[in-house]
């Protein structure tokens, strides 16, 4: 099993260009979410999907979107990059589909972006 | 304030030492708690997971939780250069789950 993985591994992008980061697990799971890491700031949470079809919003949504393609895919957007969306932005998954999810989050390799 | 707080480090001891990690909160729902390890350029890795108050071992790992001082501890023991990375505490609040910055740990041989 591969696990969760992400693409690209890396990315430059330009004040205003869009992009999206994709990701998928191979492990059946029901949940999947975006974090971003910052210095100082720790794993934030951008978006999740507590299953196939649903998407809600995390602790800092503004400027991304995204979309929860089939069960193993969840991918995430940038409409018009800005320079403090530069990060590293990690995908996770878990077995469970509930809103109290205590379940244990995997997370992928990362993507590490920088807009200029 | 922050709900989860966390030093940064970094700590740097020699191999074969007892390195405590600790976090702090503020938010007594907190039920579950976790430690997450992060190694250089790779996404992080459940460690440690302990429900409510208590000690959990695990091998060279023993996780301590204090509801009553809402501080939570992770001890190594033996410690070991494959050791060295950023260890994040995380914890449970209903439907979210709030990471701690991170100690970066570096063991020298």
């Known amino acids: 099993n591969a696990g969760v993985t992400q693409t690209p591994k890396f990315q430059v992008l330009k004040t205003g260009q869009s992009m999206t980061l994709q990701c998928a697990q191979d492990m059946n799971h029901n949940s999947m979410y975006w974090y971003r890491q910052d210095p100082g700031m720790g794993l934030r949470l951008i978006y999740y999907s507590a299953s196939e079809g649903t998407t809600d919003k995390g602790e800092v949504p503004n400027g991304y979107n995204v979309s929860r393609l089939n069960k193993r895919e969840f991918s995430l957007r940038l409409e018009s990059a800005a320079p403090s969306q530069t990060s590293v932005y990690f995908c996770a998954s878990s077995e469970g589909s509930t809103s109290l999810n205590t379940d244990t989050q995997y997370f992928g390799p990362g993507t590490r972006l920088t807009v200029l | ?109």
Do not use: H
Request: hydrophobic fraction near 30%.
């Open chain 2, 1 to 109: 304030q922050k709900e989860v707080e966390q030093d940064p480090g970094p700590l740097s001891v020699p191999e074969g030492a007892i390195v405590s990690l600790n976090c702090t909160y503020s938010n007594s729902a907190f039920q579950y708690f976790m430690w997450y390890r992060q190694y250089s350029r790779k996404g992080p890795e459940l460690l440690m997971y302990t429900y409510s108050s208590g000690n959990k071992e695990d091998g060279r790992f023993t996780a301590q939780v204090d509801k009553s001082s809402k501080y939570i501890s992770l001890f190594i023991r033996d410690s070991q250069p494959s050791d060295s990375a950023t260890y994040l505490c995380a914890m449970i609040d209903t439907d979210k789950l709030i990471f701690g910055t991170g100690t970066r740990l570096q063991v020298f041989p």
